[in-house]
């Protein structure tokens, strides 16, 4: 199947709705470039996140991901994972509507927990109960991430090449933004 995307697919959602997977093996479906925001940020403050978090604070970082979501928004049409608080800002939101789509993988607490338990590269989680800091995030930023264009349930067991899939059906009932090639 060929496919012209006709503008940016970004991807928002909490740390472990599986952003990077899904969106690699997006872009690789509908072959086009695909990029990491935060992989992006850092490798322009040439730090880790957690560094640059530690250093520099939130808000640093903060100013950091709306300057490189910005710019890559301007780039050729691809597949684009955010971190999970770039969409929490109504700057990013605004610049994500006028040049992409936004969508959400929404996936419910059980499952972003069993994702992310084991990785300490996670700044936010670095809490003496990381399950509940999770948990007050999600409560805070569903309603956010609820103003996302697209919806699509990450599920367990369903694999990344199958959630790919399901994005790309919420994608095809936007003509403006995918279309099948004939």
């Known amino acids: 199947m060929k496919w012209q995307l006709k503008k940016p697919v970004v991807l928002v959602g909490m740390m472990g709705a599986g952003k990077t997977a899904v969106g690699t093996m997006l ?16 490798k322009a403050a040439n730090m880790s996140i957690p560094e640059i978090f530690a250093r520099d604070g939130e808000a640093f970082f903060r100013r950091k991901e ?16 955010t971190g999970g608080g770039a969409f929490l800002a109504e ?3 605004q610049a994500i509507a006028a040049a992409g789509v936004s969508v959400w993988l929404r996936a419910d607490l059980d499952l972003l927990w069993q994702r992310v338990r084991h990785k300490n590269t996670r700044p936010l989680l670095r809490t003496e109960n990381p399950r509940e800091t999770l948990r007050g995030l999600l409560e805070a ?15 367990p067991g369903v694999s990344v090449e199958d959630m790919a899939q399901r994005v790309i059906a919420a994608l095809e009932t936007r003509p403006d ?6």
Request: charged share 30%; hydrophobic share 45%; no cysteine.
């Open 66 to 81: 709306a300057q490189v979501l910005a710019r890559l928004l301007h780039e050729r049409p691809g597949v684009l994972s």
């Open 91 to 93: 700057g990013n939101r």
């Open 141 to 155: 930023r569903a309603p956010v991430y609820a103003l996302a264009d697209l919806a699509v349930d990450s599920l």
């Open 27 to 42: 872009a690789r479906i509908l072959g086009v470039r695909f990029t990491d925001s935060d992989d992006e940020i850092v």
């Open 177 to 182: 933004v995918l279309e099948r090639k004939k």
